[in-house]
């Protein structure tokens, strides 16, 4: 798990969590990455794969940008310095990526989006810029030099023609140089511009969603309506949690103060699955539809599925990928107990948790281990 080294979990959530940055050095100790350069270009040949190639440089502002998929030759034409390899959702493909997001469950799991991994040469970046949600970023190999500002970070601030978002006036405050093991976190709305210092610096930017008002609206009856000014879901007030699929009653409180929404239409929402991961889900239902069910297996919650739970009163609700799923034949313990832990040993739990394994078996929701 991340060490805090001089503060707790508690005095992060209490005064860095959407206030300000924070670097943690050898958070993870003698960290090793679970993935290389190598195996990264890899990923971006794959058809079902999101990935991009940046080059550039903050000095002279020619910036160019390509997606993938790309092809083995496009690595070998590259330049030797100024360019960043960038590839999505990783932790859909390298279970060893996946297993890493346990480390910050200290922020609830609901809020989580993805991990992106990036691999950088020397003078490798993609620009200042700033982004509306919490991300923290953890170094897995090389070093990366990362400059960060809170001046500045407004929609009007970037750079015309130009295929990225680069702020046009970026003005450092903060100074962090990271190796193998270091965590920057970075709340909403400052900027930062990582440039790597060697032709080995993989990063790994652990990213959290963040809702808009016209996106929580969506998510009700209202669903044709229009906001007139865009605000954000926050919560920097979020107290540290040992359960991290619980949707709090301080977190659905939040969300009515931007929208009239209910805790169900909440629910709903946050759990809701983008195009990306409902390809990745339909691909694997479609490779596992003629398996039958093993009374004797563990079965995990599918890399791209997202889950949560409420509680009113003794009553748990369960909600994944945007629907609530109704188990109530299954005791509270054996929902709850699924839901933060997104597995269930059918060999060793109780039959109530063998009966939600079933039935999200069936909805091809569930994954084998091996």
Same mark, same amino acid.
């Given at each position: 798990?991340?060490?805090?080294?001089?503060?707790?979990?508690?005095?992060?959530?209490?005064?860095?969590?959407?206030?300000?940055?924070?670097?943690?050095?050898?958070?993870?100790?003698?960290?090793?990455?679970?993935?290389?350069?190598?195996?990264?270009?890899?990923?971006?040949?794959?058809?079902?794969?999101?990935?991009?190639?940046?080059?550039?440089?903050?000095?002279?502002?020619?910036?160019? %940008?390509?997606?993938? =998929?790309?092809?083995?030759?496009?690595?070998?034409? *590259?330049?030797? @310095?100024?360019? &960043?390899?960038?590839?999505?959702?990783?932790?859909?493909?390298?279970?060893?990526?996946?297993?890493?997001?346990?480390?910050?469950?200290?922020?609830?799991?609901?809020?989580?989006?993805?991990?992106?991994?990036?691999?950088?040469?020397?003078?490798?970046?993609?620009?200042?810029?700033?982004?509306?949600?919490?991300?923290?970023?953890?170094?897995?190999?090389?070093?990366?030099?990362?400059?960060?500002?809170?001046?500045?970070?407004?929609?009007?601030?970037?750079?015309?023609?130009?295929?990225?978002?680069?702020?046009?006036?970026?003005?450092?405050?903060?100074?962090?140089?990271?190796?193998?093991?270091?965590? %920057?976190?970075?709340? =909403?709305?400052?900027?930062?511009?990582?440039?790597? *210092?060697?032709? @080995?610096?993989? &990063?790994?930017?652990?990213?959290?969603?963040?809702?808009?008002?016209?996106?929580?609206?969506?998510?009700?009856?209202?669903?044709?309506?229009?906001?007139?000014?865009?605000?954000?879901?926050?919560?920097?007030?979020?107290?540290?949690?040992?359960?991290?699929?619980?949707?709090?009653?301080?977190?659905?409180?939040?969300?009515?103060?931007?929208?009239?929404?209910?805790?169900?239409?909440?629910?709903?929402?946050?759990?809701?699955?983008?195009?990306?991961?409902?390809?990745?889900?339909?691909?694997?239902?479609?490779?596992?539809?003629?398996?039958?069910?093993?009374?004797?297996?563990?079965?995990?919650?599918?890399?791209?599925?997202?889950?949560?739970?409420?509680?009113?009163?003794?009553?748990?609700?369960?909600?994944?990928?945007?629907?609530?799923?109704?188990?109530?034949?299954?005791?509270?313990?054996?929902?709850?107990?699924?839901?933060?832990?997104?597995?269930?040993?059918?060999?060793?739990?109780?039959?109530?948790?063998?009966?939600?394994?079933?039935?999200?078996?069936?909805?091809?929701?569930?994954?084998?281990?091996?």
């Amino acid at each position: 798990m991340i060490i805090f080294n001089e503060i707790s979990k508690e005095e992060f959530l209490t005064y860095y969590w959407q206030k300000k940055p924070l670097l943690l050095k050898q958070a993870l100790p003698n960290f090793i990455s679970p993935i290389n350069p190598n195996e990264l270009a890899g990923l971006s040949l794959e058809d079902e794969i999101e990935s991009r190639i940046v080059k550039g440089s903050i000095d002279d502002h020619e910036w160019a %940008l390509n997606y993938g =998929p790309f092809i083995e030759k496009t690595y070998s034409t *590259l330049p030797k @310095k100024n360019w &960043t390899l960038l590839v999505q959702g990783v932790d859909r493909f390298v279970d060893e990526v996946y297993q890493m997001i346990e480390h910050f469950d200290f922020v609830p799991r609901w809020r989580f989006d993805d991990v992106m991994a990036s691999y950088a040469v020397t003078g490798g970046s993609v620009g200042p810029h700033f982004d509306y949600y919490d991300v923290f970023l953890l170094q897995g190999e090389g070093r990366r030099r990362w400059h960060l500002s809170t001046k500045n970070c407004c929609d009007n601030n970037y750079l015309d023609n130009v295929p990225l978002k680069i702020m046009r006036t970026f003005e450092p405050e903060y100074v962090f140089e990271v190796g193998p093991g270091d965590i %920057l976190y970075i709340p =909403p709305k400052v900027a930062h511009h990582g440039v790597s *210092l060697d032709d @080995k610096c993989t &990063t790994f930017s652990f990213g959290y969603r963040s809702y808009t008002n016209q996106e929580l609206l969506e998510s009700t009856e209202k669903y044709n309506s229009i906001v007139s000014t865009i605000q954000y879901y926050e919560d920097p007030t979020i107290e540290l949690n040992e359960y991290p699929a619980l949707i709090t009653q301080s977190a659905i409180n939040k969300a009515k103060k931007l929208v009239h929404i209910s805790t169900n239409q909440f629910a709903c929402c946050v759990t809701k699955i983008d195009s990306f991961d409902l390809n990745i889900l339909q691909n694997f239902q479609f490779q596992i539809q003629n398996k039958g069910f093993d009374y004797y297996a563990k079965y995990f919650l599918h890399a791209s599925c997202k889950v949560a739970y409420t509680i009113n009163n003794e009553s748990v609700k369960m909600y994944i990928n945007g629907e609530y799923i109704d188990v109530n034949d299954s005791k509270p313990e054996a929902i709850t107990n699924f839901c933060n832990s997104r597995k269930i040993d059918c060999k060793n739990d109780d039959v109530f948790s063998v009966n939600i394994a079933k039935k999200l078996f069936r909805l091809g929701l569930l994954d084998k281990a091996i």
